[in-house]
């Protein structure tokens, strides 16, 4: 039997967004429908139900999309969007003629993202789809995502508390244990919710040739520097471990893409400002698409792209 401990209120969000919007696919004239996220400035499709425009993982520019135009006061619902003269100019106007769409607010009252629906024919009025339903849908919608993330709130605190616990014995640092911890309860807010998460991969440079020369006391102090540079460095959504040897790893949330680059350079930064000397490669998540596990894969490789540049350099 379940108990209060047991719910997993990401897994709850998105059974319950995935059927509604394969709800929505079979019961209206609309084809294509999905629960949104907006978050860094762009539009991510989390939960879909496509036919022809719309895909898990798919990314919009939010300044560019006809749901910001539906938040701004255009109409929720448009038969026609070429006869409707808040979205006739969109570029996109011309061939997705239909569009339904209306919000989703967190627990919080923010704006999570939309409940959206759009098609290549205009309908045959406003009549032709239950504008009510579609809105109670998105209330629904709003409603679950309050409760689960209310739910997860003190599940994951916990959960977290647990991965941090896991350190590693030279740098105090979380370990390869507890960085794993991390990532499953990560995984479960990128499936569900669309959170922004990307993966850092850090390796320290010339750690074997400082250990032969000085010795490995001194390739200690190395790695226990790097580690409380990286520490320094990290804001309240960052979490750094130790993943093994001279090579460290960072799980950033809510960081937008746009803004990854400069975020990621200042934990190199950090380092030459100690005199450390390390290569780092990096790569976001996206819902559906690429995991965590697949963003470390291509942070890794990217951190061995870089340091193959900094010996030929």
Same mark, same amino acid.
């Given at each position: 039997m379940s108990t209060r401990d047991d719910v997993i209120g990401a897994d709850l969000f998105s059974a319950s967004a995935q059927r509604i919007v394969d709800y929505l696919n079979a019961h209206t004239p609309i084809p294509d429908w999905s629960v949104s996220?907006?978050?860094?400035?762009?539009? #991510?499709?989390?939960?879909?139900?496509?036919?022809?425009?719309?895909?898990?993982?798919q990314r919009e520019p939010w300044p560019e999309t006809f749901?910001?135009?539906?938040?701004?006061? *255009? %109409?929720?619902?448009? @038969?026609?969007?070429?006869a409707d003269p808040d979205y006739a100019d969109h570029p996109a106007a011309g061939h997705v003629r239909a569009y339904a769409g209306f919000p989703i607010v967190d627990d919080l009252g923010n704006t999570f993202g939309t409940?959206?629906?759009?098609?290549?024919? @205009?309908l045959q009025g406003i009549?032709? #789809?239950?504008?009510?339903l579609i809105e109670l849908m998105g209330s629904l919608l709003s409603s679950q995502l309050a409760m689960s993330r209310t739910a997860d709130r003190e599940r994951r605190a916990g959960e977290i508390a647990?991965? &941090?616990?896991?350190?590693?014995? &030279?740098?105090?640092?979380?370990n390869r244990r507890g960085w794993d911890l991390l990532v499953s309860?990560?995984?479960q807010r990128v499936t569900a919710y669309g959170d922004p998460v990307a993966v850092a991969v850090i390796d320290l440079d010339g750690l074997k040739k400082v250990n032969d020369v000085h010795g490995h006391a001194a390739g200690d102090d190395l790695i226990r520097g790097a580690a409380?540079? &990286?520490? *320094?460095?990290?804001?309240?959504?960052?979490?750094? *471990?130790?993943?093994?040897?001279?090579?460290? #790893?960072v799980l950033s949330n809510n960081v937008p893409a746009a803004r990854l680059d400069a975020h990621f %350079?200042?934990?190199q930064h950090s380092l030459e400002q100690v005199g450390i000397s390390a290569s780092i490669g990096y790569a976001p998540t996206n819902p559906g698409v690429v995991s965590i596990a697949d963003a470390f894969t291509l942070a890794d490789a990217a951190m061995y792209e870089a340091k193959q540049e900094r010996r030929i350099a």
């Open positions: 996220r907006i978050a860094g400035g762009e539009q #991510v499709h989390v939960h879909v139900h496509p036919e022809a425009f719309l895909s898990v993982g749901c910001i135009r539906m938040l701004g006061g *255009a %109409a929720r619902v448009v @038969p026609d969007s070429l409940l959206c629906g759009v098609g290549p024919d @205009p009549e032709a #789809v239950d504008v009510e647990v991965a &941090l616990a896991h350190t590693d014995a &030279l740098t105090g640092l979380t309860d990560a995984q409380a540079a &990286l520490a *320094a460095t990290a804001t309240e959504s960052d979490r750094v *471990a130790r993943y093994g040897g001279d090579e460290f #790893v %350079a200042a934990f």
